[in-house]
T-cell receptor
Framework: EAQVTQNPRYLITVTGKKLTVTCSQNMNHEYMSWYRQDPGLGLRQIYYSMNVEVTDKGDVPEGYKVSRKEKRNFPLILESPSPNQTSLYFC??????????????FGNGTRLTVT | GENVEQHPSTLSVQEGDSAVIKCTYSDSASNYFPWYKQELGKRPQLIIDIRSNVGEKKDQRIAVTLNKTAKHFSLHITETQPEDSAVYFCAASIPYSGNTPLVFGKGTRLSVIA
């Protein structure tokens, strides 16, 4: 089944403890992206990648890192999480190099709580 | 960069009535406008999209219209049903912009009252 898989679905951590949220897609998609969703703010892009080893900042990249060593994987890394990073995170992928004419396929989301 | 405004933020309609959600965008170079539906606790999923060379597109009870001159586009849902209750996001995309390639509106929470 074609899908975008995120893990974990739920994560509770403490301030400063490094964490990684994994994202993997099995559709051979070029484009991958991370979004955070907060009430009243919609979906805001954190980072995106148009190809292996190519990553770019989105609108809210501060406090996050990503890597794209393989086409299928795009992990999101929080080196030193803070409470303002408590949010619902979505990974997404698209078959074209930019999502300007192709739909995004979203993962099921990761709800992160930082205390 | 691109900016997308979405209105209203919440919308309640009676079952069977129509619902309209409007979005405006700032960059005239935007040429792809998708709409996503997010049911409670679920991921966003594409329901319809339109490209700038088309003025209107329909898919059963859902339609999207685009006015390039005014830089706004709208989602129309007719004969609403309880299962249409969800948050709807519009988005606008600029090809090869070098910036954030897809910008979302803040969402509209639609409630269909049976």
């Amino acid at each position: 089944e074609a899908q975008v898989t995120q893990n974990p679905r739920y994560l509770i951590t403490v301030t400063g403890k490094k964490l990684t949220v994994t994202c993997s897609q099995n559709m051979n998609h070029e484009y991958m992206s991370w979004y955070r969703q907060d009430p009243g703010l919609g979906l805001r892009q954190i980072y995106y990648s148009m190809n292996v080893e190519v990553t770019d900042k989105g609108d809210v990249p501060e406090g996050y890192k990503v890597s794209r060593k393989e086409k299928r994987n795009f992990p999101l890394i929080l080196e030193s999480p803070s409470p303002n990073q408590t949010s619902l995170y979505f990974c997404a992928s698209s078959p074209s190099r930019t999502p300007y004419n192709s739909p995004l396929h979203f993962g099921n989301g990761t709800r992160l709580t930082v205390t | 960069g691109e900016n997308v405004e979405q209105h209203p933020s919440t919308l309640s309609v009676q079952e069977g009535d129509s619902a309209v959600i409007k979005c405006t965008y700032s960059d005239s170079a935007s040429n792809y406008f998708p709409w996503y539906k997010q049911e409670l606790g679920k991921r966003p999923q594409l329901i319809i999209d339109i490209r700038s060379n088309v003025g209107e597109k329909k898919d059963q009870r859902i339609a999207v219209t685009l006015n390039k001159t005014a830089k706004h586009f709208s989602l129309h849902i007719t004969e609403t049903q309880p299962e249409d209750s969800a948050v709807y996001f519009c988005a606008a995309s600029i090809p090869y912009s070098g910036n954030t390639p897809l910008v979302f509106g803040k969402g509209t929470r639609l409630s269909v009252i049976a």
